[in-house]
């Protein structure tokens, strides 16, 4: 069963404009999220985390929000750069366990 | 110098044969991993290795088997090679954080062709 899911395959938006990853996941025994980030011909590099003990974390232009009652977690980016142009998997993981990934998000930022 | 490296970076093969993929790491970590990618799967889990004594299955370990030869070093093998095992394969090794979390870092990935 696929307990971390990505619903949105794709998603376009706007150089300058605001990108919004969408992440959902089953299992409340997660308790600590991260984003990766993957270029073609590329590995994931890791981009942003958070624990379940709070509900957002922000590095520069990305937010990562979590809502533990949906069982939800979403990534921000503002403002959006052609170079942000990339797969974006989000993963999840039980304490020191290892990482359950989603099927991973194809943003395209437009100029 | 890239702290994983993977070689080959490309390998074309036929069914039946057997494979090695390998994987050396410079981060000094004591977990190392091996996934592989399909279009529309995402990053699945073939086997882990939390230190050089300890191999674990993952969420797709048929077909497949490993070696943690050192620290540094964990290969992955496909002893005999068919076609729907053609994909993106990364090797990936992790640390644990302060809260016995784990981050983990890629290396650039192998793209197998089994023809």
């Known amino acids: 069963d696929q307990q971390v899911k990505q619903n949105s395959p794709s998603l376009s938006v706007q150089e300058g404009r605001i990108s919004i990853l969408n992440c959902d996941y089953t299992n409340s025994m997660f308790d600590y999220f991260l984003w990766y980030k993957k270029y073609p011909a590329e590995g994931p590099t890791f981009l942003i985390s958070i624990s379940s003990i709070k509900d957002k974390n922000e590095d520069g232009r990305f937010t990562v929000f979590l809502n533990k009652s949906a069982k939800h977690l979403s990534l921000h980016i503002v403002p959006s750069q052609p170079g942000d142009s990339a797969v974006y998997f989000c993963a999840a993981s039980k304490y020191g366990s290892r990482l359950t990934f989603g099927e991973g998000t194809q943003l395209t930022v437009n100029p | 110098d890239a702290d994983v490296t993977q070689t080959p970076r490309n390998r074309i093969t036929k069914t039946g044969k057997r494979i090695m993929l390998e994987c050396s790491q410079t981060k000094g970590h004591d977990r190392m991993y091996w996934y592989r990618q399909d279009p529309g799967l995402g990053l699945r889990l073939i086997y882990y290795?939390?230190?050089?004594?300890?191999?674990n299955k993952g969420e797709i370990s048929d077909g497949y088997s490993v070696s943690r030869q050192a620290q540094a070093k964990f290969s992955l093998s496909l002893e005999s090679a068919i076609p729907n095992q053609t994909a993106l394969y990364f090797c990936a090794t992790g640390s644990t954080g302060t809260l016995l979390t784990d981050t983990q870092y890629f290396g650039p990935g192998t793209r197998l062709t089994v023809l």
């Open positions: 290795s939390f230190d050089v004594k300890d191999i």
